[in-house]
Structures are given as C-alpha cells and as structure tokens.
C-alpha cells in the first residue's frame, strides 16, 4: 500500500485514538509482565536509589555520586513521591517510556506507511522488546530515546499542521531529553539543519524558544537546588572515564554472534538465523532505512519527480543518524534497541511490500522468530513465584525464592547494607543503608580515588552486611572486549571485605552476589593498607558470576 495522499494527511493526524490505545494496552501489559519482577539487571537500580536518597533529602551530586545528568533522576524521583517507593513505582517511568515509543511507532508508520505496517512494526517491536527483560531497566537511555521520539513528532506536526506551538512544544520537549542524556543534543541539531530549509525558516524561532524556556527553568532548578556544578563536574568525569571502558563497534553483541549462534545451536539452522537477524535488527534497521530512503529521494530528484514526504524523509533520516550517534562509543545492538524506533518506520517506508508474496513470507518468518524469543521471557513472568519484600510485592523466578527470602529475613530495612562491586538495585530491594555514597563501584571505569574514598567510609561505619561478587577477568572483558588495558578489580577494597566478613552459613545468594557478614572482633583485622599488601591482592581470581551486562 502506498502512503497516504497529502490531501488526507491532515485527516490522518487526527485518527489519534488506535495510537493512545497501543499506549493503554502496552502500558498494562508491561505492568503485568515486569512492573514487579526480579531480574537482577546491573544496571537497575543506578537511578532508582538514587531517586530514593533525593526523596528522603539528600542532594544528588553533593550527598551521593550520580552518574548522569538530573533529568531521568528527577522524573524517577517523581514518580515515588506520587506513588511510593515500591518496585513498581520505581518501573513506572520505564513502562511510560516503552508504551510511549509503541504508540509513536505505530502512528508514524500508519501516516508514512500504511496501517498494516503500523500493526506489523508494532508488535514485532513490542515482542522483540520483552524477549530481553535485563534491557528493561530504569535508566536515562529510555527516558531520553522516548522523549526525543515525541520531539521529533512534535515537528512532523508543526510542519503538517503549521502551528507554531507544536513547534515550542517539540523544542521543550528537546531540552527535556537532553537534561536525561546529553549527547541527545545530536537531534536538536538534526532538527536545526532542517529547520534552515526554506520552507520552514519561519519555524525556527518556535522551536528555540520552546527549547530555551524548558532548558533555563531546568537549569533554574539544578541551580536552585544547588547541584548545577555538580552536574557539570560529573559531565567532565564522565569524559574522562567512559570511553576507554565502553568502546564497541557498531552492531557488535555482549559475547559476541559466534556466542550467541552456539547458545542457540539446538535450532534447526533456519531458524537459527532468523533468531541472530532478529537480535541484530537494531544494527540492520538504521542502515536499511537510511540507505533504503535516501536512495528513493535521489532518484526521485533525479527523475525530478519529488514528493511531499521527501523533505519528512530527509529530517527522519538525519534523526536516525543522529539517534545512533548518541550510542557512541557503546553502539552495541543493546544500546541501538533504545533508540531504534524511528529506524522501523524508516526501513518500513523504504521496503514495505505487503502484497508480494515473498515479501510476506518474510515478515510472517520474521514475526514468528520474535515470537520465538519472547516466549521464553513471558513463561518467566507466568511461572513466577510472588513474595513480599520491603518495596512490596515482587515476582521473581522460583530458583530466587527462597534465596530472596532469607536475604529479606537476615537483611532488614536500615540495616548498613554495602554490595560490591556493582548491584545497585539491591540497596533499593532491601530499603538497607548505603554507608558510602556509591550506589555502585563500575569495574574499569571507577579509578583508586573512588576506591581509596569508599574503602574509608566502610572503615569509619561498617556495614552490619556485604553483598559481594568477585569479578573475574574473562567475565569483565565479555562485557568490555575493549577494555583489556584495565583492572576491573578493587584489591584494597576487597581485601579488607575479606579481613573483616565471611559469607553467611548456609549461602544466600541474590544475582550471582553473596551475603557476606561481620567476622567476630576475635577474627577480623584491619585489612590491608600498604603497597606491600596490594601487590599481595594483585592477580586476578578466576570465577565469578557477573552475567548480566552493563548498559549505560
């Protein structure tokens, strides 16, 4: 089916209802399916203890370390002051991200496609979305990706319709994800350059205005509440620390394709290679549709026969370049899936062919290897066993069960909690206090500052417990292949956990981590503190269970 018509566009625009019902519909599904389940994902809980420290009064930046810019913080922070800090709660601007990209993929795609792409795109997204529930974590990569989305549609609006305020509110709308990730500046220069066309210079001041009001009162804010340095100073650390740790190429996978193609080695080959395309698709859908319709325009301009939506494709692909860029230097396939929408709609409008009968042989294969992948995680959420904790009620899988259990009976909210190196949602599950202002050590990334500073506020308040996990080498390089030039251990500090705990009798485990507790006076020592005794804890141990990928 053809695109519809500039004479019905406008009619189009308004058919809003089947768009705000894919958002009810997947906002109640993603409650269901993971608005309280345990997966034990590094990286939750970095925004939501946080979140929780800045409800209770402490400063982000000041009192604690916060790893990105305030925006995703204060929406999280907003979401337990309204609905209490439970699990679900803390998911619930998670679930909001995920419904809003749903529900802006399938309008875009009926306008530029057609409907039948709409439903298509949708639920391929939507399966392929919940086939990996440790990518469902809170954190400022959904806040951002979905934000931006709604910019972006934001400005398709103002340009068909003519209203200036949708172009104020696509600016705001900007600065708002750029306060989440920074480097989603990249759309609003995306959105200028189009902007300097003829046709719509007259927009352009909307636009900025809209964006300059949004970006001053939240300035206002971190100023006000005085974290605004501490928001620049930990943008210069960020710079200093993150790429040398978090280098991949485009389109590469935690483990690589040759380790995931050995996981699935009990498929039949066919089969096989429909599950690796449809994992790699947020490395092929960028490609596809830019290639795809910048191609189309060329030749059209070629042939001097341009359409209306050439100039809608020419932003859309420039949108597309500038979403994957913000990935850098991290353009994994786990990073490309949070901004990867706008690329669906792109690559549709390049080759949707629905009434070829390979073409749809080819969707239906596609759509059944996604339903093949996600399969495995909704028989997670169904055969979850439910149990209480100190954020509510949870679900988690029935292995977990009992360890959680006996984690809750022994670890009691207020107790002085500290885990290692890096399982920040446990502070959150447990409601424990964090004596140190860490939520998180990051192997690779955190230098013998953060360590040396941590070591000594364990030493002036021990915690009452350890979680703890001893990272090895093989482990720490699987998840940070370009990484080799680093340490992703913390020998003082481990050694003096190892002085001064022990693990609990009989074992608990949460996420591959060990509950750990205080050593009797008679058996702990002051650890060790000189050059002499680092050398000593210098080799790295082999083993360890550090499964879960980092996603920053």
Not at 6 to 12: D, F
Not at 192 to 206: E, K, T
């Amino acid at each position: 089916m053809s695109p519809l018509p500039a004479s019905e566009r406008i009619a189009a625009l308004r058919a809003w209802r089947p768009a705000v019902a894919v958002f009810a519909a997947v906002a109640a599904l993603l409650t269901w399916f993971y608005g309280n389940l345990i997966v034990f994902s590094s990286d939750e809980g970095i925004i939501l203890d946080a979140a929780e420290r800045m409800l209770h009064g402490s400063r982000l930046y000041m009192d604690f370390f916060g790893y990105m810019t305030p925006g995703s913080y204060w929406l999280h922070e907003l979401a337990m002051g309204l609905f209490g800090v439970t699990l679900r709660a803390g998911r619930a601007v998670l679930i909001l991200d995920c419904a809003l990209q749903c529900a802006l993929l399938w309008w875009l795609a009926s306008i530029l496609v057609s409907r039948a792409a709409a439903w298509f795109l949708t639920a391929l997204y939507f399966l392929l979305l919940i086939s990996q529930p440790s990518l469902l974590t809170p954190q400022h990569r959904w806040d951002s990706a979905a934000i931006s989305l709604a910019s972006i549609v934001a400005c398709l609006l103002g340009y068909w319709t003519g209203r200036r305020a949708w172009w104020a509110a696509a600016g705001a709308l900007a600065a708002l994800a750029v306060s989440c990730t920074p480097s989603i500046a990249l759309i609003v220069l995306a959105t200028v350059l189009w902007l300097s066309l003829r046709p719509l210079r007259r927009f352009f001041w909307s636009y900025a205005a809209g964006g300059v009001c949004a970006g001053a009162a939240m300035l206002v804010l971190a100023w006000s509440t005085g974290i605004l340095h501490g928001a620049l100073d930990q943008m210069r650390w960020l710079h200093s620390h993150y790429t040398s740790v978090n280098s991949m190429p485009y389109g590469s996978i935690i483990g690589g394709y040759a380790g995931v193609s050995h996981a699935l080695a009990g498929f039949p080959w066919v089969l096989r290679v429909g599950l690796v395309f449809c994992l790699a698709l947020p490395a092929i859908l960028p490609v596809a549709g830019v290639v795809g319709c910048g191609a189309a325009v060329i030749l059209r301009r070629m042939r001097r026969c341009s359409t209306s939506d050439d100039l809608v494709l020419g932003y859309l692909a420039l949108c597309v370049i500038a979403l994957v860029a913000t990935t850098y230097p991290r353009a994994d396939v786990a990073h490309l899936a949070f901004v990867v929408p706008l690329a669906y709609v792109l690559a549709a409008k390049a080759l949707w062919r629905p009434l070829h009968p390979v073409a749809m042989g080819a969707l239906l294969f596609l759509f059944i290897c996604a339903f093949a992948l996600a399969v495995p995680a909704v028989g997670l959420r169904l055969h979850a066993t439910r149990l209480e904790s100190p954020v509510g009620t949870i679900y988690a899988d029935a292995g977990d069960k009992v360890d959680l259990q006996e984690l809750f009976a022994k670890v009691h909210p207020g107790d002085r909690l500290y885990v290692h190196p890096y399982l920040p949602v446990a502070y959150f599950l447990t409601q424990s206090r964090n004596p140190t202002p860490y939520s998180y050590l990051a192997p690779g990334m955190m230098a013998k500052h953060e360590e040396l500073e941590t070591l000594a506020d364990l030493q002036r308040n021990p915690p009452d417990w350890v979680l703890y996990l001893e990272l090895s080498r093989a482990e720490f390089l699987r998840v940070f292949p370009n990484a080799t030039r680093l340490d992703p251990r913390f020998h003082l500090l481990e050694g003096w956990i190892k002085s001064n705990y022990e693990p609990v009798n009989p074992p608990i485990h949460a996420g591959g981590y060990q509950l750990w507790s205080r050593k009797p006076p008679a058996q702990a020592s002051a650890g060790p503190h000189t050059a002499k005794s680092l050398l000593r804890y210098n080799s790295i141990v082999p083993g360890g269970g550090f499964h879960l990928s980092l996603l920053r």
